[in-house]
Structure formats: structure tokens, C-alpha cells
């Protein structure tokens, strides 16, 4: 099983960035993202399941949308208006249909105010 994630990078307040997650390796009933601010716990960010159904934390409503392709078991988080507040390190998480728990490798997302 492996989780690939990319996009990260620098970007100012307002801004946007969109990040990636390749999935392999068996079947995901959910796919979607954490993150880590510097000091604080991983949170939840966003989730979309097989069916395209998606889940946001309230802090990303409305400018954050997810959404996934099957066919390529890649989920995609667009991050629009972004905000200093969501600096952190995002990491792609994945449940599979046991409800194990797998975690990519981070990917840091920068916002300059």
C-alpha cells in the first residue's frame, strides 16, 4: 500500500493551491487529508468517499473542495482562499473497507501573509 501525495508549496494569503494523492495498492473506501500545524495535533481537513460524498472540517468549508477519481484511486483537495492559518504539513490519509488506517508522507503547504 502506498499513499503519494504532491502539491504542496509557497503561497500568498488568497491564493490557491491544489494537492494530490495517489493511492495504490488495494481498494479505499475513503480517501482525503489531515493536517499539522507547527505545535499543534494532526486535525482533519477533508474526506470524500467512493460514492463522492465529501466531509469537510468547519474551517475549510466553503474553500477547500475534494473530490477523487476512481479510476485512478487519486483524491484531489483545491484549496482556494487560502489563509496563514492553514500553513501545516498535509498528509493523505486513507481507510480501507476494514477501517485500517494508512497515512502518506506530508506535504507542506505555506501561506505568506
Known amino acids: 500500500v502506498q499513499l503519494q501525495a504532491s502539491g504542496g508549496g509557497l503561497v500568498q494569503a488568497g491564493g490557491s493551491l491544489r494537492l494530490s494523492c495517489a493511492a495504490s495498492g488495494k481498494y479505499f473506501r475513503s480517501l482525503g487529508w489531515h493536517r499539522q500545524a507547527p505545535g499543534k495535533q494532526r486535525a482533519f481537513v477533508a474526506n470524500i468517499d467512493a460514492g463522492g460524498n465529501p466531509n469537510y472540517a468547519d474551517s475549510v468549508k466553503g474553500r477547500f473542495a475534494i473530490s477523487r477519481d476512481n479510476t485512478k484511486n487519486t483524491v484531489y483537495l483545491q484549496m482556494n482562499s487560502l489563509k496563514p492559518e492553514d500553513t501545516a504539513v498535509y498528509y493523505c490519509?486513507?481507510?480501507?473497507?476494514?477501517?485500517?488506517?494508512?497515512w502518506g508522507q506530508g506535504t507542506l503547504v505555506t501561506v505568506s501573509s
Open positions: 490519509h486513507a481507510l480501507d473497507a476494514l477501517l485500517a488506517h494508512y
